[in-house]
C-alpha cells in the first residue's frame, strides 16, 4: 500500500499563523504609510521596502509553498497580491471597528439602559 506524501506547505498552528498574519497586517499599513510619505523624503522609500520585506518574510512558509508547486516567479509575482490582502484586511478591520464604535456601541448602551430601568 502506497503511503500518502508529506505536504510541502507545514501548516503551522492556528495560533502561530494568527498572529504572523497579524503582523503581516502591521508591516504592510506601515509600508503604505511610508509610502504616502514618500514625496518628502527618500528615507521613507526605504522604509517602505524595509517593511514590506519583512511582511513578506513572514509568508515564507506560503511563498515556499508556492514555489515548490509553481517556481519562484510565481511566487515573486504572488507578493505584491499578498500585500494589497493584506492592506486590505487592515481597512477592514478599521472599518469594522469605527462602525462598532460609532453605531453599535452606543445602541447596545442604549438597550442596556432600557433594560435595566
Do not use: K
Not at 518628502?40 to 511563498?63: E, N
Not at 515573486?76 to 453599535?104: C, E, K, N, Q, W
Amino acid at each position: 500500500m502506497d503511503t500518502p506524501a508529506p505536504p510541502l506547505w507545514p501548516v503551522p498552528s492556528r495560533s502561530e499563523s494568527h498572529y504572523r498574519h497579524r503582523a503581516a497586517v502591521v508591516f504592510a499599513a506601515l509600508g503604505v504609510c511610508a509610502l504616502a510619505l514618500a514625496w518628502q523624503t527618500a528615507w521613507s522609500i526605504v522604509a517602505a521596502l524595509g517593511a514590506f520585506t519583512v511582511a513578506a518574510s513572514l509568508d515564507a512558509p506560503l511563498l515556499n509553498y508556492l514555489a515548490a508547486r509553481r517556481g519562484w516567479g510565481f511566487a515573486l509575482r504572488a507578493i505584491p497580491l499578498r500585500m494589497a490582502h493584506y492592506v486590505a484586511s487592515g481597512v477592514a478591520f478599521a472599518a469594522g471597528t469605527v462602525v462598532y464604535v460609532v453605531i453599535d456601541a452606543p445602541a447596545d448602551a442604549a438597550r442596556r439602559r432600557r433594560r435595566s430601568s
